[in-house]
């Protein structure tokens, strides 16, 4: 049994949306500390990581460790019911399996929707030794990724202590978009060493700019040929983490 | 990309094609009238010059002598504005003029079963002229009714909605206002016919309905998509779907509307392939490379199955000479695909896309598997003229019969097709979005495993 519960509804829309880029079913693990995902989509080309310790919610009480699996796609339908200010209110039903949302503003709605069976796979996250490390705003990220979409479907970013590089290739049209380091939309990058991946724009486009709704700034690092790590700074406390497996073009 | 118009659609002088008829021994038995004839081809000029003896064009037999040979064999058809025979049944409605288009039955002045005139369920393997044969005999009766306001449209429009629905060939009597005029209509989405004239009367036998899509058709709550899928599952052609599809059978009592046969093909692949679609992502993935083949009207199908999530691709590659690259000195490739979450446009390689994710995903749900698939089709020249997509659907769907070529690695997987295609395997690859993507895209697990 677990009751969850917050003052701001949007908070919580905004961070599902987020993760239906990846996953249709969802399986959520709750526990005394709080709430945690972490799954792949399909393709197994990305990976999303997602943490919220009880202290995000106004309300969380659980009595033992259970998990829940959803169809995100369902729950977002009667998430985007609520209104700015609403207050929303998760709750499982053990006896029935099923999930209620409770969604109380100018007046009051309680949905119910069915629990799935959860996986029971256990998703390590990659371990990788990064050589690049860039703080970067999310509303600048967008831009640049929204730069490189006009010409190409893959943009290869580049990076040393100076700049930050999107490049980007495509049948006929080509982008180089360069962030300095200590610009508006760049506040920090360190490099171990210089390093170049390229990653599907597709994936990026979508990743960012969900996740720019529940953050202001993006952590990424990466390093060659190697997934990409991009670490959404959270305003409450709170993780929202995305690896992006590389393309590697070989001839 | 190649994406202007396929559609050879100007009318042109026939001149030339008179000339064609003249100059070789085809319309010498026939008495026919120079007026009768209109020809729509290509008027780049090549055949003016060539007169179906050269052949200039590129492909191994002339398709204007092809046709002409089948269009004179109906020229005795068209003697007469009193048609009477055995309808498959078949019906067509046109797109021209939409949402006012000309809908009516097609049929032959034969009076034996014909039923499978307009079944191509039944037709693969049967050669080209065969085909063109039994369809350059179906006469297109032709009357014009606005899409949505069928139900007033009177007896010929009530005539012919009850004949799309029946079960087995029924007796038709096709009067029409003048004799049917003709130019055989060859298209890539539409299985061919004869000639055609508008209806003055259609005096329609007795019919028994397909009892399932009598059903599907009294049930005014049940939407149309639902209807397909319903008719489907109890194992009802494709064809018969399409057909009472085309003549506004299903759906809300409301939405009810006559729609375009070209369309409604498409619609009803689209619509059962997408539910199929839905089944195939809860299954295991296949474990395999496998690569399935068939090869009918010189059409030659490679399709590729990867062990990966449901994503589904179609590239088609078409000769000089063949239907859709007539006077080109390369050959032309169009592609379309989609991936996991499936597709919201129309694929512009049209119809065939559609046709073959319908027989694709068949075979996975039988299988109970998941794949991505991908469709490679090469056009031979001597696929001189297009017969509609059934061609695709029903190649696919023999392709899918046999036991497929099993293989670990991609590598050999691509090798072996390779050896098939005429077309090297890197410019399909260089086309192709899904290989592309399996050749180059790393997944997440490659960099867990390693640890």
């Known amino acids: 049994m677990f009751k969850i519960k917050m003052a701001d509804a949007k908070l919580l829309r905004d961070m599902v949306t987020a993760i239906s880029i990846l996953v249709d079913e969802a399986t959520f693990k709750i526990d ?86 959860a996986s029971e796979e256990e998703v390590p996250t990659p371990k990788i030794t990064f050589n690049v490390k860039a703080k970067a705003t999310t509303q600048g990220l967008s831009q640049a990724i929204e730069d490189a979409q006009l010409v190409s479907d893959h943009v290869r970013i580049e990076a040393d202590n100076e700049k930050l590089v999107l490049n980007a290739a495509g049948d006929l049209m080509g982008a180089t978009i360069t962030l300095q380091k200590g610009s508006d939309a760049l506040l920090d990058l360190e490099a171990k060493e210089p390093s170049k991946a390229t990653f599907s724009l597709s994936y990026l486009s979508e990743i960012i700019k969900e996740a720019s709704a529940t953050s202001d700034i993006a952590t990424l690092e990466f390093s060659t040929d190697m997934p990409i790590k991009l670490d959404f700074q959270q305003a409450k406390e709170g993780k929202l983490t995305f690896y992006l497996a590389p393309r590697i073009e070989t001839e | 990309m190649w994406s202007s118009s396929r559609h050879v659609d100007k009318r042109s002088p026939n001149v030339w094609l008179l000339d064609i008829l003249k100059g070789s021994n085809v319309g010498a038995e ?32 002339c398709p204007i002598i092809v046709k002409a040979n089948y269009f004179l064999k109906s020229v005795p ?88 629905l029946a079960v087995k060939p029924v007796d038709v009597e096709l009067i029409l206002k003048k004799k049917p005029r003709g130019f055989l209509l060859l298209d890539d989405e539409v299985q061919p016919f004869g000639p055609s004239a508008p209806i003055k009367d259609l005096i329609v036998g007795n019919t028994r309905w397909d009892h399932q899509i009598e059903k599907a058709y009294s049930d005014t709550d049940l939407r ?122 129309y694929a512009e390689i049209g119809g065939c896309y559609y046709a073959a994710r319908l027989a694709v995903c068949e075979q996975l749900v039988k299988e109970q598997r998941q794949a991505t698939v991908i469709v490679l089709r090469e056009a031979h020249p001597s696929y001189i003229m297009p017969v509609g ?49 399996a050749l180059f895209q790393k997944r997440i697990t490659d960099f867990i495993a390693k640890i």
């Open chain 1, 32 to 117: 005394q500390k709080g709430l945690k995902l972490r799954a792949m989509d399909p393709s197994r080309v990305a990976m999303v990581d997602f943490e919220w310790p009880k202290t995000v919610f106004d309300e969380y009480t659980t009595t033992e460790p259970t998990k829940m699996c959803i169809n995100i796609s369902e729950m977002l339908k009667l998430l985007k019911r609520a209104g700015k200010d609403e207050v929303v209110e998760l709750s499982l039903d053990e006896k029935t399996g099923k999930l209620q949302i409770k969604i109380t503003g100018k007046y009051a709605r309680n949905f119910t929707m069915p629990t799935l069976e």
């Open chain 2, 30 to 61: 026939v008495n026919f009238d120079e007026n009768l004839l209109v020809a729509r081809a290509s008027s780049n000029g090549l055949c003016v010059a060539c007169k179906g003896s050269r052949f200039l064009c590129g492909k191994a037999r």
């Open chain 2, 77 to 164: 058809l068209m003697q007469s504005e009193d048609i009477a025979g055995a309808s498959p049944p078949s019906v067509f409605v046109g797109r021209i003029g939409y949402p006012y288009v000309y809908a009516g039955p097609l049929v032959p002045p034969v009076q034996e079963d014909t039923s499978v005139y307009d079944l191509p369920e039944f037709w693969f393997g049967k050669s080209i002229d065969e085909i063109v044969g039994f369809r350059s005999m179906l006469i297109r009766g032709k009357h014009r009714v606005h899409v949505q306001k069928f139900e007033k449209a009177g007896k010929i429009i009530d005539k012919t909605r009850e004949l799309a």
């Open chain 2, 224 to 345: 149309a998509a639902e209807a397909v899928l319903e008719l489907y599952g109890k194992g009802v052609l494709v064809t018969k779907i399409q057909r009472a599809f085309s003549v506004g059978s299903f759906g809300l009592e409301k939405n009810r509307r006559f729609v375009p046969t070209r369309w409604s093909i498409t619609a009803v692949d689209s619509i059962i392939s997408k539910e199929l679609m839905e089944k195939v992502k809860t299954f295991p993935e296949i474990s395999e490379y496998r690569v399935y083949e068939s090869v009918y009207l010189d059409n030659v199908f490679e399709v590729l199955m990867l062990p990966s999530a449901w994503s589904y691709e179609a590239i088609e590659a078409w000769y000089p000479g063949t239907v859709w690259n007539p006077s080109g000195r390369n050959v032309v490739m169009f592609s379309d695909w989609e991936d996991y979450e499936g597709r919201t446009t």
């Open chain 2, 389 to 437: 997509v059934w061609q695709v659907r029903e190649n696919v769907r023999n392709a899918m019969r046999q036991k497929p070529y099993t293989f670990k690695t991609l590598d050999e997987a691509l090798k072996w097709i390779a050896n098939r295609f005429q077309i090297p395997i890197q410019r399909w690859i260089m086309r192709s979005e899904l290989l592309k993507n």
